[in-house]
């Protein structure tokens, strides 16, 4: 982030532990930092939070060790085409020009509300996305993301793609989609329907801006 020679940092992969380093990667931040683009997603939402709130340029968007996914290589080109030509192609198609958005996964975007480094919604589309989580736990995870007073200050809510849904006995009884509608209903937030976003190669790049 300090060296002026490289133009970008491009996140080798997700996991956890990004949250333990948000906010310190923040303080007193050099000069260089300013200069650069960020992309990543899943764990690194957090550091986009971050960096967003601090006024750096972040995307969500396919990471180096999405080229061992089945089909990585279209994810790890798109997203160098993002970042060295800022190819329109590269970007998720539903994407508004003349509105912010913010893509996060569902589960990291819950634990960063109410948080030091928490951007501003205000207006923006935010678009979701999360994988191996139970319906219950995404049931629970809406609840507080839709209770969140930020959050309802978005233009509207994208789902993106829910996958590798861990069965559940017994059956919850709402998918995903229902899930993530209801609670939008329940804060009067309008679902703006479905986003090419996920964890996986088809995974397109949202800049936050």
């Given at each position: ?9 491009w ?12 906010e ?9 930092a ?25 995307a ?36 508004n ?20 480094i ?11 996305e ?16 839709t ?28 998918d ?34």
């Amino acid at each position: 982030m300090a060296d002026d020679r490289f133009d970008a940092v491009w996140f080798a992969r997700g996991g956890y532990g990004s949250n333990r380093i948000a906010e310190a990667a923040v303080r007193d931040l050099p000069a260089a930092a300013r200069t650069k683009t960020y992309l990543g997603y899943s764990d690194a939402g957090f550091l986009l939070a971050a960096f967003y709130r601090a006024g750096l340029t972040v995307a969500h968007g396919p990471m180096v060790q999405d080229v061992v996914r089945e089909g990585g290589q279209a994810a790890v080109n798109r997203a160098l085409d993002w970042l060295v030509r800022q190819e329109e192609a590269s970007l998720e198609p539903g994407l508004n020009h003349d509105r912010r958005a913010m893509a996060f996964n569902l589960t990291v975007l819950s634990h960063l509300i109410g948080t030091a480094i928490e951007p501003d919604f205000t207006g923006a589309e935010l678009l979701l996305e999360d994988v191996a989580e139970h319906e219950y736990r995404i049931d629970r995870t809406m609840f507080h993301v839709t209770g969140s007073e930020a959050v309802r200050r978005v233009a509207g809510i994208r789902l993106g793609r829910i996958s590798e849904i861990p069965d559940n006995d017994p059956e919850f009884g709402h998918d995903a989609e229902s899930i993530v509608r209801d609670w939008c209903k329940r804060a009067g937030i309008a679902f703006l329907g479905h986003a090419d976003i996920g964890h996986d190669a088809a995974n397109r790049v949202v800049p936050f801006n």
